[in-house]
C-alpha cells in the first residue's frame, strides 16, 4: 500500500513510521526545509502524564497509552526523558474544589503516583512555590519533541519510507482507486493520504474536499526565560489550576531538558496562522479565520479571559504577576523573553473550543483535524490509533 502523509511534525512522522514498518510504501510531504518546525518544534516539551483530560475521551486513552511508549522509545534511542515532576497549585481555597477535580481525574485516568499535599508538602517538592495544596504527579516528565521527531524521520528513511522536505501539498484529487497529490514540483499516486498538517489542516481539507464542521483558529503561546539565579527557584513544573473552561493550562513554570526553566505559554489570539509575533498578521489567514462564524461566537463568549490575555502579552508586569502568583520571589527583571508557539486549536461552528482530538476520515484520505496538546505526548498512541483506523475506511 502507498501512503502519503502531509506534515513532518512529530505526528505525521510517527504515523509514517508505524505504517512503514507496517509495510507500506510511505512519503511523507513537508513544505518547510526542516522536520518539526512547527508547533512540533514551540512547545513546553512536558509529558503529560494524562491527569487533566475527561476520562475515557482520545486524549485521557492516548495520552496514557502515548507516556509509556514514549518513555520506551526515548530509553531505546538515547533520547532525552527526564521525570521531573509536575506540581499544580491551588494558590487560594476558592481554587481548591478544581484541585480535587484534577486529584480524581488523575485516579480516574489511572495516572500513577499521583498525591494531594497541603501548603508544606508542596513547599518540600519546590522551596519557593506558593499556594495552599498542590496535586503531585511524580511521573510528569519533560523531553525534546524535536529530537524524537528528528528521530522518527530517520526511522521512516530506515524502513524505507521518504521524507520529501520543502514540498508544499498544493492540490488533492480522490480518484475511484486511488489519491493524487501534486507537492513542490512533483505529482505523486497514493492508496491511501493522511493529513497531519498542523496550523494547515484547513487548507489540506479544502484541498481535499473535506470542509468538515470545524476550522482551525490558530492561538499564541508566549514563554519567557527566568534568566540567573531565578532558574533555580523552579525544581520541576509548577502548574496552575486550569480553568476548565478552556483546553490551555495557563501560564505555567517549566523546566526544560536543556536546564532553561520557562514560564508561559500564555494564549493571545495570532493574527496569521503561523503567526509567532503581533508583528506577523496575514489579511487572507485572517478572513478565513473571522468568517468562520465559531469564531465570533467564541469571541463574544471569551472576550473579557481574551482582553487579560492580551494585557499579559503586551505588559511584562502583568505576565510576571501571573508567575509570581506559584514563585512569588520572581521579579520582572528575572523574565526575558523566549520566543513562542501557535497552537492549532480547532474551533466549532457554534464557537466551542474542540476538546478532544478529532480525526476525520473520507473514503481514501483520514484527516487529524485536531491534534492541540497532549498529542506530542500521545503521538506514538494517536499513529497506533490511526493505524487501525485506516483500514477501516473501506
Ligand atoms: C505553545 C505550545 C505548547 C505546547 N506544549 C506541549 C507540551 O508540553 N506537551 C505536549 O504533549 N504537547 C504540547 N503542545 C502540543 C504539541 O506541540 C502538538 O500537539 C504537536 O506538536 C502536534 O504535532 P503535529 O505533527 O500535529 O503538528 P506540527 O508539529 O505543527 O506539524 C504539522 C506539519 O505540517 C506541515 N504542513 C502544513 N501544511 C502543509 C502542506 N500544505 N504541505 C506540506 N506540509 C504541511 C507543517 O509545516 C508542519 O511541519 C504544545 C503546543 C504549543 C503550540
Same mark, same amino acid.
Given at each position: 500500500?502507498?501512503?502519503?502523509?502531509?506534515?513532518?511534525?512529530?505526528?505525521?512522522?510517527?504515523?509514517?513510521?508505524?505504517?512503514?514498518?507496517?509495510?507500506?510504501?510511505?512519503?511523507?510531504?513537508?513544505?518547510?526545509?526542516?522536520?518539526?518546525?512547527?508547533?512540533?518544534?514551540?512547545?513546553?516539551?512536558?509529558?503529560?502524564?494524562?491527569?487533566?483530560?475527561?476520562?475515557?475521551?482520545?486524549?485521557?486513552?492516548?495520552?496514557?497509552?502515548?507516556?509509556?511508549?514514549?518513555?520506551?522509545?526515548?530509553?531505546?534511542?538515547?533520547?532525552?526523558?527526564?521525570?521531573?515532576?509536575?506540581?499544580?497549585?491551588?494558590?487560594?481555597?476558592?481554587?481548591?474544589?478544581?484541585?480535587?477535580?484534577?486529584?480524581?481525574? &488523575?485516579?480516574?485516568?489511572?495516572?500513577?503516583?499521583?498525591?494531594?499535599?497541603?501548603?508544606?508538602?508542596?513547599?518540600?517538592?519546590?522551596?519557593?512555590?506558593?499556594?495552599?495544596?498542590?496535586?503531585?504527579?511524580?511521573?510528569?516528565?519533560?523531553?525534546?519533541?524535536?529530537?524524537?521527531?528528528?528521530?522518527?524521520?530517520?526511522?521512516?528513511?530506515?524502513?524505507?519510507?521518504?521524507?520529501?522536505?520543502?514540498?508544499?501539498?498544493?492540490?488533492?484529487?480522490?480518484?475511484?482507486?486511488?489519491?493524487?497529490?501534486?507537492?513542490?514540483?512533483?505529482?505523486?499516486?497514493?492508496?491511501?493520504?493522511?493529513?497531519?498538517?498542523?496550523?494547515?489542516?484547513?487548507?489540506?481539507?479544502?484541498?481535499?474536499?473535506?470542509?468538515?464542521?470545524?476550522?482551525?483558529?490558530?492561538?499564541?503561546?508566549?514563554?519567557?526565560?527566568?534568566?540567573?539565579?531565578?532558574?533555580?527557584?523552579?525544581?520541576?513544573?509548577?502548574?496552575?489550576?486550569?480553568?476548565?473552561?478552556?483546553?490551555?493550562?495557563?501560564?505555567?513554570?517549566?523546566?526544560?531538558?536543556?536546564?532553561?526553566?520557562?514560564?508561559?505559554?500564555?494564549?493571545?489570539?495570532?493574527?496569521?496562522?503561523? *503567526?509567532?509575533?503581533?508583528?506577523?498578521?496575514?489579511?487572507?489567514?485572517?478572513?478565513?479565520?473571522?468568517?468562520?462564524?465559531?469564531?465570533?461566537?467564541?469571541?463574544?463568549?471569551?472576550?473579557?479571559?481574551?482582553?487579560?490575555?492580551?494585557?499579559?502579552?503586551?505588559?511584562?508586569?502583568?505576565?510576571? %504577576? &501571573?508567575?509570581?502568583?506559584?514563585?512569588?520571589?520572581?521579579?520582572? /527583571?528575572?523574565?526575558?523573553?523566549? *520566543?513562542?508557539?501557535?497552537?492549532?486549536?480547532?474551533?466549532?461552528?457554534?464557537?466551542?473550543?474542540?476538546?478532544?482530538?478529532?480525526?476525520?476520515?473520507?473514503?481514501?484520505?483520514?484527516?487529524?483535524?485536531?491534534?492541540?496538546?497532549? %498529542?506530542?505526548?500521545?503521538?506514538?498512541?494517536? /499513529?497506533?490509533?490511526?493505524?487501525?483506523?485506516?483500514?477501516?475506511?473501506?
Amino acid at each position: 500500500m502507498r501512503i502519503g502523509i502531509v506534515g513532518a511534525g512529530i505526528l505525521g512522522l510517527a504515523v509514517a513510521r508505524r505504517m512503514a514498518r507496517e509495510g507500506a510504501e510511505v512519503t511523507v510531504l513537508e513544505k518547510e526545509p526542516r522536520v518539526a518546525a512547527h508547533q512540533t518544534g514551540h512547545n513546553s516539551g512536558v509529558v503529560h502524564a494524562g491527569i487533566y483530560y475527561q476520562p475515557g475521551s482520545l486524549k485521557a486513552t492516548l495520552c496514557r497509552e502515548g507516556v509509556a511508549m514514549l518513555r520506551e522509545y526515548c530509553a531505546e534511542h538515547g533520547l532525552p526523558y527526564e521525570e521531573a515532576g509536575k506540581l499544580v497549585v491551588a494558590s487560594t481555597r476558592a481554587e481548591l474544589p478544581g484541585l480535587r477535580r484534577i486529584a480524581e481525574r &488523575a485516579r480516574e485516568n489511572g495516572v500513577p503516583g499521583v498525591a494531594e499535599l497541603d501548603a508544606i508538602g508542596l513547599r518540600e517538592i519546590e522551596p519557593y512555590a506558593a499556594g495552599v495544596a498542590a496535586v503531585h504527579s511524580p511521573h510528569t516528565a519533560i523531553t525534546d519533541f524535536a529530537a524524537v521527531a528528528r528521530r522518527l524521520a530517520a526511522d521512516v528513511a530506515e524502513a524505507g519510507g521518504s521524507v520529501r522536505l520543502s514540498h508544499p501539498v498544493r492540490a488533492i484529487r480522490q480518484t475511484a482507486d486511488g489519491v493524487l497529490v501534486a507537492a513542490g514540483r512533483e505529482r505523486f499516486s497514493f492508496d491511501r493520504l493522511i493529513s497531519c498538517a498542523g496550523l494547515g489542516t484547513d487548507r489540506v481539507a479544502e484541498l481535499a474536499g473535506a470542509d468538515g464542521d470545524v476550522r482551525i483558529v490558530p492561538f499564541r503561546g508566549e514563554y519567557y526565560r527566568l534568566s540567573g539565579p531565578a532558574a533555580g527557584l523552579v525544581r520541576g513544573l509548577i502548574y496552575p489550576v486550569p480553568d476548565p473552561r478552556y483546553p490551555f493550562l495557563g501560564v505555567h513554570l517549566t523546566r526544560r531538558i536543556d536546564g532553561e526553566v520557562l514560564a508561559g505559554p500564555n494564549a493571545v489570539p495570532a493574527l496569521a496562522l503561523e *503567526g509567532y509575533s503581533w508583528r506577523r498578521v496575514s489579511p487572507r489567514d485572517l478572513r478565513a479565520i473571522l468568517s468562520w462564524p465559531g469564531t465570533g461566537k467564541m469571541a463574544a463568549e471569551h472576550w473579557r479571559t481574551g482582553v487579560r490575555e492580551v494585557y499579559g502579552s503586551l505588559v511584562k508586569r502583568a505576565f510576571t %504577576a &501571573a508567575a509570581r502568583r506559584y514563585v512569588p520571589a520572581l521579579t520582572p /527583571a528575572d523574565l526575558v523573553r523566549a *520566543g513562542s508557539g501557535v497552537r492549532a486549536q480547532a474551533v466549532t461552528r457554534d464557537g466551542r473550543l474542540l476538546d478532544d482530538f478529532a480525526i476525520d476520515v473520507r473514503g481514501r484520505i483520514v484527516l487529524v483535524r485536531n491534534a492541540p496538546s497532549p %498529542a506530542a505526548t500521545s503521538s506514538l498512541a494517536i /499513529a497506533r490509533h490511526i493505524a487501525l483506523t485506516v483500514p477501516l475506511a473501506f
